[in-house]
Structure formats: structure tokens, C-alpha cells
């Protein structure tokens, strides 16, 4: 009897180690498929994975008492490339400029004590006036004036780029309107009947 015994836990060690070598070896195949299937461009570096939304935004604060409710048709945020702005319908049709809300969208609240807006941009861009107009009259090609623009404080100071790099989103670009004090109107100034001062 023993010496049938002896047989079978021989070949039981020997199995469990048959098993422990093929347990060891499939953990090793495993680890090198996992690495390198990331390595299946060789060393070159990683591409950034972005879920930043590129644009720029800000809050537009109305620091002076609204113009009677009669002149007040009303209110956007236009973004420009070009400063002063050459051509107002054309900027904004080809895409130059940038209107918040966007032309056909609601409008924004009027006689409130602030907005915010937001430009979403598909790529990286400079824009050299930020401005809030007003249409202060029933004609919607003609009746616009600057009220306010990224740089002036109560109708003083230069206008300022914002420059959105890519992968970027630029907060803080924020504009106080004073009804009392606006800044230089260029829309009426140049090449455009688009807007009457």
C-alpha cells in the first residue's frame, strides 16, 4: 500500500507544480500584452486628451441707471477681430465677429444689474474689441451704440485684446457700462451705416 501511495502524491506535487508554473506563466503573458498595448506607437509622447471648451467669458456689470425703457431696444456683446471694426455686417457675417446672444437667439434681459456671457470658439483667436451695444432705436441695422468696452472704466481708458490660445478658456473679461460715460463709438465712424450714434 505504501508504495502505491508514494506514485500518486508524486504525481500530485508534480501537477500542482505543472499548475503553479502555467499560473506564473499566464500572469507574465498578461502583464506584457497590457504593457504593451499601450506602447503600440513606440516612445512618442501622449496627445492630450482636452475637454476644455475653448472661448472666453465674463460678466457685463450696468454700474449707472438704465436710459429710459422707450430707447432701449436691445442689448449684445460683440466680439471683434479686427479694430476699429471695417465693415459691421460683414464682420459679423463672415464669422470675423462674434454677437452674444447670437443673432436670432433670445435677447438678453434688459434693465437687469448685470449679465454674463460666454464665447465658445472652435479654434484659438485674438479678438481686439469686446464691446457692449445698445439699440436705442426701432431700427435694427441702424439704431446701435457702444455703451461699453473690454479696457474703459466709465468711458476711459483703451481698448483691450483678449487672446484665447488653444485648449484654453479665458474668464475674467468683464465690462462695466456706464450709460453716462461710454467710451469712443468706432461702429459709427467707419465704413458701415450700420450703427447711428
Not at 8 to 17: D, E
Amino acid at each position: 500500500m505504501k508504495e502505491q501511495l508514494r506514485p500518486a502524491n508524486t504525481t500530485t506535487g508534480a501537477s500542482n507544480s505543472l499548475r503553479t508554473q502555467w499560473l506564473r506563466n499566464s500572469i507574465t503573458a498578461l502583464f506584457f500584452a497590457v504593457l504593451f498595448a499601450g506602447c503600440n506607437r513606440g516612445l512618442a509622447p501622449t496627445q492630450p486628451s482636452s475637454s476644455v471648451q475653448m472661448g472666453f467669458g465674463g460678466t457685463v456689470r450696468f454700474v449707472s441707471a438704465w436710459p429710459p425703457s422707450d430707447s432701449v431696444f436691445d442689448v449684445r456683446v460683440v466680439a471683434f477681430s479686427n479694430y476699429p471694426p471695417s465693415n459691421i455686417l460683414t464682420e459679423v457675417s463672415s464669422g470675423q465677429a462674434k454677437v452674444y446672444p447670437a443673432l436670432g437667439a433670445n435677447k438678453v434681459p434688459l434693465f437687469a444689474d448685470s449679465l454674463s456671457y460666454t464665447f465658445y470658439l472652435d479654434s484659438a483667436a485674438t479678438f481686439r474689441y469686446v464691446a457692449v451695444v445698445i439699440q436705442n432705436g426701432s431700427n435694427y441695422l441702424q439704431d446701435w451704440k457702444v455703451v461699453g468696452a473690454y479696457g474703459y472704466s466709465h468711458g476711459a481708458g483703451q481698448p483691450d485684446s483678449v487672446v484665447v490660445t488653444p485648449d484654453s478658456f479665458v474668464n475674467g473679461i468683464n465690462i462695466d457700462v456706464d450709460f453716462k460715460n461710454t467710451p469712443p463709438n468706432p461702429l459709427g465712424s467707419v465704413a458701415s451705416p450700420s450703427v447711428r450714434h
